[in-house]
């Protein structure tokens, strides 16, 4: 009878130890089932695009996209230089148009301006005008400005479209 209850405790060890198992076994079923319904999902999401979708992108990449970046970038480097001098046009005409309002506001402040009049303009070759500067010309002095202004910001857009390609 002995042999019997040892038999029967060795048969519940064993049933013991393959609930144990049973259950660890389970636990590790759920962590691969959520990895493989993870990685299955990726998959899906990978297969969305085909071969034939990336071999045409690429195709369209080459053939469509790339040649207008380099003409756009052909027409930056040509229009590049002209601005660039008409910037440095401007600024001298600006540079000559600030020494000569200088120059007239200077001569204005020794001048009394009770003796000038609107039409006094001196003739020679090579003396300065002398008088107060007219709406006109501080009009054309502050438009040549501003379109320097706007040559600069020009110079500074296309250089920034020719660092970015």
Not at 24 to 50: G, P, V, W
Not at 66 to 74: N, T
Not at 76 to 99: F, G, M, T
């Amino acid at each position: 009878m002995g042999s019997l209850k040892e038999c029967l405790w060795c048969l519940e060890d064993s049933v013991s130890l393959l609930a144990d198992c049973n259950r660890t076994l389970s636990r590790n079923n759920d962590d691969h089932r959520f990895i493989t319904q993870k990685l299955l999902q990726c998959d899906r999401e990978h297969m969305l695009a085909t071969e034939f979708d990336m071999e045409r992108a690429t195709k369209d990449l080459n053939e469509d996209v790339q040649p207008l970046m380099r003409l756009k970038d052909m027409l930056v480097q040509r229009s590049l230089p002209r601005l660039k001098d008409d910037l440095h046009e401007l600024e001298k005409v600006k540079r000559e148009n600030e020494v000569t309002l200088l120059e007239m506001e200077s001569s204005a402040v020794y001048q009394n301006e009770s003796t000038l009049t609107s039409g006094d303009v001196n003739t020679n070759p090579g003396d300065v005008v002398v008088g107060p500067i007219s709406q006109e010309r501080l009009q054309q002095l502050k438009n040549l400005n501003l379109e320097i202004e706007q040559k600069r910001q020009q110079l500074a857009a296309l250089q920034e479209a020719q660092e970015s390609v």
